[in-house]
């Protein structure tokens, strides 16, 4: 039983709201990342998890029971922070049996614990060393320690990735993964990096300016978001968003891009986007995989079309172009092979099953 | 024209003249650094080589016509006559104590102030915080004769005569100490990353033990530069004891040495230099090993905060 | 989940309140935490100064409220005048050279290779942690009319005995060179502190823009450090404004009070004479300028406070 539960929280610095009035339900063993840009009130709403900060509205529970006003030490958490927070002048040993010897756990047990979480960690022979002497990687491992030896209903995480080089982020991210499948407990994580949602998380919830714009599995923002925000925030390189306006010519839908260039809308989403023809401020959204070279084999909804090209940046696997539709810069990926180069025209293709129209005004996903 | 100037083999010599030149104007300009250096810590380390040098004379010798920059019978003399008089070594003692005293007392208030200053906050300790660094820029000088008559009017009013006793150095030097000590201490608890309080908080640890387990230890190169500078302070307080103590067993060393070495006109200088000399052994040595914390807490009152 | 819903309301009033509650003894403990602090300053240093307010506002006998005639009275003494120009002089003077000097020396210990600095940093601040009582009696000792050491060695050139403290200008001369014999040191740690701080990419920029060794001090070393230069020259000048030691031991404001000083003299007469209002104003005139390097120091500290 250590489902969190947050029901219209808000939390007001002054004047200003920093978060807006949040409802959110994680359900026991489940691993959720908080993602946004920095400002969206992601980690605001972990230190009100936490017992960091008072929250101003709204209520906050964590295994059934409301946590308003429980102190952080009896709300039975464990927090890792970016910077990892460790005691510079306790080993490893000592960082990590902290918590329980304030808590006067027998020391047989103490003992226990922190070989065991060690060992989940694989950080046995480090018990002895200071934090100073240990590596960035390692750093991590003990924070993490320190939480597990705890044994708490929830793991909270804030952005404990982004002190680490790239190389070493994509291998904590993996360790991080394991760990949680072994241990079980209810995680909050938070970051800015949505690569590193996407990968860890059961459900992303996904966060702009104090609210949550849309909480789903990574494969669901990342096909059905539902405001452009999460369109655009997931996704990398990210989402085109063309400006566009649809037409009926001749009984079928068109999304016309610019003078020279429009499409037809799949029969599928016909019945859906025929309320929007001739509405101001609709944008296409496609994600650059969906615009490639041309190839030999048509499938339906894809169209070909030609542009100039302005800059082609070589991926090795993959080589990015990007060209301007009506002033807008777009981006494609296409194959290396293709002969992309900066300045020629090139054939592209579109494939429209997989676009999104967007209102600007309102920046829903239609 | 640029490609054929470096294939040309003219081009690399003159590289390497330019080079020899550079690295022979910073053998000059580090010639020229040594030079000064010598001269200025001549100028610098004088008085005290003078100080070792008569402290090692005989009255005799100290009168006579010859070279005062050189000892022609070294003797013991003075630091014997000194060490084993009762004066200066109550002198010593009174000193030691006040100065011990003055740490503890200023490091109490300093640190658990500090801790609430820096990592707390209630009402009014912003201003609190300034209100201590402008504290510390009162000198002394301006408070001794109010203090004086304050003191009077307690003898008066409480029949407590607080004048002409060592202890009361004890409550007037943490005037002196706790405004400096408590201002950096601020900046070195300040400078400890927000998320480890947290931790601790996370961890259980009430803000008793956030301080006592977390706080010190982690400052204590900070706890270390202040209590240097308390004890420095303490030791080399002048106008406080000269103003108020005067009998000979109250006194502490740089009053002692001065009002009671000096009787009159006669000037034993011998042994003036040794006892100002043993006077300056303890600052002395507590530089020479603690050097580095000496000058962090020198340099942290106008770089931290 | 459905009874958080039910219970939600309830919990908030309690949660409140008690929260509240826990906020305002953590300030409850804060404050206590402070109070031997706040005491100490309102006590010891506050009531103090104001004290020395009032008591410059008494008789000699502190019987009689006389308003400014303390002050009316000083301002008719010619001694008074000469302190005032005797405490300018030596003050800025001080500073100014403890600052050249110090800035130079910190410069030939920055340029030596840094494995040497530590331990010429170590000879050179000697003087500032001597007590100054103590090194100003060695002053004395150098300076002494019939056996100074100095004027042995000028002797040796064929120059006359110098009257290092006997004869005003030499006195004045004499208490501003053990001052900034004492004070260099301490610019001398400050500054090269600061000169550390300047980024080594910065001279080599100005090497590569054709800047002349000179030039580099004047457009990168001494903007990067003016606010330290400041700092310290306003510190010191506190401090050397309101000294005390030096001139008491070397001279004790003779020649017929020509090196008093407002702290020598104010101790002379209130302490000595027994008139402690007319000792608590002499002291009170070092507060104008206090108040200014103060100004200023705290208006540095907090505008270095908020750029943080």
């Avoid at chain 1, 972990?46 to 209520?59: C, N, P, T, V």
């Avoid at chain 2, 010598?38 to 070279?67: G, R």
């Avoid at chain 2, 301006?142 to 607080?162: H, R, V």
């Avoid at chain 3, 989940?1 to 919990?11: E, F, K, L, S, Y």
Wanted: hydrophobic share 50%; with cysteine.
């Amino acid at each position: 039983m250590a489902q969190v539960t947050l029901r219209k929280v808000v939390k007001m610095y002054d004047e200003v709201q920093a978060v807006r009035g949040i409802d959110l339900d994680i359900t026991d063993k489940e691993f959720i990342v908080l993602v946004g840009p920095s400002g969206c009130g992601k980690s605001t709403t972990l230190r009100m998890i936490a017992g960091l900060e008072e929250i101003s509205g709204g209520d906050i529970a964590i295994g059934g029971d409301v946590v308003n006003d429980v102190p952080p030490k009896d709300r039975d958490i464990a927090m890792v922070f970016q910077n990892y927070a460790l005691y510079p002048h306790m080993n490893v040993y000592e960082n990590m049996s902290f918590g329980l010897k304030l808590k006067r756990t027998p020391k047989d047990e103490i003992e226990r614990r922190v070989r065991q979480a060690a060992q989940i960690l694989d950080i046995t022979e480090l018990l002895d060393r200071k934090p100073k002497q240990l590596s960035g990687g390692q750093r991590q491992r003990v924070a993490m320690g320190r939480a597990i030896v705890r044994d708490p209903k929830v793991f909270l995480f804030d952005e404990p990735l982004s002190n680490l080089d790239a190389k070493l982020r994509v291998q904590m991210r993996t360790e991080i993964k394991k760990v949680h499948q072994k241990v079980r407990t209810t995680t909050v994580y938070v970051t800015h990096d949505q690569v590193e949602a996407m990968t860890l998380a059961d459900r992303v919830v996904v966060m702009n300016a104090g609210l949550i714009e849309q909480v789903g599995s990574p494969n669901d923002l990342y096909h059905s978001p539902i405001t452009k925000f999460v369109a655009g925030f997931i996704g990398s390189p990210a989402m085109n968003f063309i400006p566009c306006h649809l037409e009926q010519a001749a009984g079928a839908l068109r999304v016309r891009l610019s003078d020279t260039l429009s499409f037809p809308v799949p029969a599928d989403r016909t019945s859906r986007y025929t309320a929007h023809v001739g509405k101001a401020n609709l944008v296409l959204g496609l994600r650059p995989e969906h615009i490639t070279e041309t190839r030999p084999h048509v499938e339906p909804n894809q169209h070909d079309f030609e542009n100039p090209i302005d800059v082609v940046e070589p991926m090795g696997m993959e080589t990015l172009v990007y060209f301007t539709i009506a002033g807008s810069e777009v981006c494609g990926r296409v194959n290396p092979n293709a002969g992309a180069t900066a300045e020629k025209p090139m054939k592209l293709r579109a494939d429209l099953s997989n676009m999104h129209l967007i209102d600007d005004g309102t920046g829903k996903v239609l | 024209m640029a490609n054929a100037t470096i294939a040309s083999p003219t081009a690399t010599t003159i590289s390497g003249r330019r080079y020899g030149s550079v690295s022979r104007d910073r053998r000059w300009a580090l010639r020229w650094s040594y030079f000064f250096l010598v001269l200025f810590a001549i100028f610098f380390l004088t008085p005290p080589v003078y100080m070792f040098i008569t402290s090692l004379k005989t009255s005799a010798e100290i009168s006579a016509e010859s070279n005062p920059w050189w000892v022609y019978s070294p003797t013991l003399a003075n630091y014997i006559e000194l060490l084993t008089q009762n004066t200066y070594l109550t002198f010593f003692r009174n000193s030691a104590i006040v100065a011990v005293l003055t740490v503890i007392i200023t490091m109490a208030i300093s640190v658990i102030a500090a801790f609430a200053l820096a990592r707390m906050k209630f009402w009014g300790s912003a201003t609190l915080a300034t209100g201590v660094f402008l504290t510390y820029l009162v000198p002394e000088t301006l408070l001794f004769i109010p203090l004086f008559k304050m003191f009077a009017w307690f003898n008066e009013t409480f029949d407590i005569q607080l004048m002409n006793h060592w202890w009361t150095l004890i409550i007037l030097y943490p005037t002196l100490t706790v405004p400096f000590c408590t201002w950096i201490m601020i900046g070195y608890f300040a400078s400890i990353p927000k998320e480890l309080d947290e931790a601790a908080l996370i961890d259980g640890a009430t803000w008793i033990q956030t301080l006592t387990k977390i706080f010190i230890p982690v400052a204590l190169p900070g706890i270390i530069a202040a209590t240097i500078f308390c004890f420095t302070v303490a030791w080399a307080q002048f106008l406080y004891p000269l103003a108020f103590t005067t009998s000979t067993t109250e006194l502490v060393l740089p009053v002692g040495i001065v009002t009671t070495l000096i009787k009159g006109d006669v000037f034993n200088w011998g042994q003036i230099m040794t006892g100002a000399l043993l006077g300056a052994a303890p600052p002395l040595i507590i530089y020479a090993f603690l050097m580095d914390y000496y000058i962090a807490g020198l340099t942290a009152g106008a770089t931290k905060g | 989940m459905a009874d958080i819903a039910a219970r939600g309301p309830v919990a908030i009033a309690g949660g409140r309140s008690s929260l509240h509650k826990l906020m305002q003894r953590k300030s409850t403990i804060a404050f206590l935490m402070a109070l031997p602090l706040i005491l100490l300053i309102l006590t010891l240093v506050a009531y103090p100064a104001g004290y020395a307010v009032y008591l410059a506002m008494l008789n000699k006998g502190m019987t009689k409220f006389v308003g400014f005639g303390n002050f009316d009275f000083l301002f008719g003494r010619e001694t008074f005048w000469m302190v005032v120009y005797q405490s300018c002089l030596f003050a800025i003077t001080a500073v100014i050279f403890k600052a050249i000097i110090g800035f130079v020396v910190a410069h030939f210990v920055h340029n030596i290779p840094s494995k040497g600095q530590r331990k010429w940093r170590g000879m050179l601040l000697v003087p500032w942690v001597i007590p100054p009582a103590m090194s100003t009696l060695a002053w004395l000792w150098l300076f002494d009319p019939s056996y100074s050491a100095f004027n042995w060695i000028l002797a040796g050139f064929g120059i006359d005995r110098i009257p290092w403290t006997g004869e005003t200008g030499w006195a004045r001369f004499s208490v501003i060179l053990v001052n900034v014999w004492i004070g260099a040191p301490f610019f001398m740690i400050m500054y090269l502190a600061a000169l550390k701080s300047v980024p080594e990419q910065l001279y080599e920029a100005a090497s590569i823009d054709g800047a002349t060794w000179w030039q580099r001090i004047w457009y990168v070393t001494l903007p990067m450090m003016r606010n330290i230069i400041a700092i310290t020259a306003l510190f010191s000048l506190i401090v050397t404004f309101a000294n005390f030691d030096i001139v008491r031991v070397l001279t004790k404001g003779d020649p017929l009070n020509t090196t008093h000083v407002f702290a020598t003299w104010a101790f002379r007469v209130g302490i000595e004479s027994g008139d402690i209002p007319l000792g608590a104003s002499v002291s009170l005139f070092m507060v104008p300028i206090l108040a200014v390097a103060a100004t200023f120091i705290l208006r540095d500290i907090t505008k270095r406070g908020s750029e943080v």
